[in-house]
Each structure stands twice: as C-alpha cells, then as structure tokens.
C-alpha cells in the first residue's frame, strides 16, 4: 500500500493551496482518510477527516476555511485550504485507517508534502 500526497508549495496569507494523496488501497472507499500536519517543534496534528459515509470532521484552527474531499474512483482525497495563515505552515501527511481516530493510529502513512505560508 503506498499513499503520495503532492500539491504543498509556498502560498501567501490569505491565499489558497490544493493538497491531493492518491492511495492503492483496494478497497479505499472503505478506509477513513485524514490529512494530519506537523509544524516545527511541534507533535503532529489531526487537520481534516472524511469518513467512507462522506462525513467530515475538522480541526477548530482550520474549520472554515479547509475542506477535505475524496473521489473514490479516482483513491484520491483532497484537502482545499482557503484563507491560508503563517500559523497554517507545516509538513501535511495523508493517513488511512479503518475508523476516526485523533490521534495518529491510522494504518498507512504519505511521505509529506510541505506547506509554506507567508504572511
């Protein structure tokens, strides 16, 4: 099983990056997919989930202004960041799980993709 995420780069306060992780997982449809995020110094975080039902949870810093999505033809999730801010910087993992969990025992693991926002 591998997950890739892609889409961090540099953004602006206020502006808007896409992150997307494609997964091989067979039966993803089924797995619970969440973005996580690690800013330096600090312990990773649970950013946005989206359950196989198509529920979400969200962070409370982020609520509002990210949306987590997935396309279960394509085994991608997305996690759309609008209204970005300085303390929005940090490496975002993609995680798979067979159910929500805050804290980081998800399955399979990406690599990271690292967000950089300047304010």
């Known amino acids: 099983v591998q997950l890739q995420a892609f889409g961090g780069g540099l953004a602006q306060g206020g502006g808007s990056l896409r992150l997307s992780c494609a997964a091989s997982?067979?039966?993803?449809?089924?797995?619970?997919m969440a973005w996580f995020r690690q800013a330096p110094g600090k312990e990773r975080e649970l950013v946005a989930a989206i359950m196989s039902s198509g529920n979400t949870y969200y962070a409370d810093s982020v609520k509002g202004r990210f949306t987590i999505s997935r396309d279960n033809a394509k085994n991608t999730v997305y996690l759309q960041m609008n209204s970005l801010k300085p303390e929005d910087t940090a490496v975002y993992y993609c995680?798979?799980?067979?159910?929500?969990?805050?804290?980081?025992?998800?399955?399979?693991w990406g690599q990271g993709t690292l967000v950089t926002v300047s304010s």
């Open positions: 995680a798979a799980g067979p159910y929500l969990s805050l804290s980081t025992r998800y399955t399979y």
């Open positions: 997982i067979l039966t993803f449809s089924t797995y619970v």
